[in-house]
């Protein structure tokens, strides 16, 4: 079965930075979309990041836009979030997730999840 496990998280200072990962098995992960999405505490899951098959484009909600920088190594079936000056306001549980269809910032839209990784800036 399809399995997308994150790992990375953690708790960091403000201005500190992080690298989350999500391993994907159990499907072909280069056809796949893939994005990044995060709940904060009493919050809604919202958008932070997608990047297409190929690598080829890359999109950002733009609350992390020019902090934050996805990628993807198909040959590892991974897919990345750096995240650099980090901020109090980026404390969530990151999710990634993968779509089969055309890019999107819609979660619902998304076909598989992982279980998430906390990340925590302390101020």
């Known amino acids: 079965q399809v399995q997308l496990v994150e790992s990375g998280g953690g708790l960091v200072q403000a201005g500190d930075s992080l690298r989350l990962s999500c391993a994907a098995s159990g499907l072909t992960f280069s056809m796949y979309n893939m994005g990044w999405f995060r709940q904060p505490p009493g919050k809604e899951r919202e958008f932070v990041a997608a990047?297409?098959?190929?690598?080829?484009?890359?999109y950002y909600a733009d609350s992390v836009k020019g902090r934050f920088t996805i990628s993807r190594d198909n040959a590892k079936n991974t897919v990345y979030l750096q995240m650099n000056s980090l901020k109090p306001e980026d404390t969530a549980v990151y999710y990634c997730?993968?779509?089969?269809?055309?890019?999107?910032?819609?979660?619902?839209?998304?076909?598989?999840w992982g279980q998430g990784t906390q990340v925590t800036v302390s101020s």
């Open positions: 990047i297409t098959w190929s690598g080829g484009n890359s």
């Open positions: 997730a993968a779509r089969s269809d055309s890019y999107t910032r819609a979660a619902v839209a998304y076909d598989y």
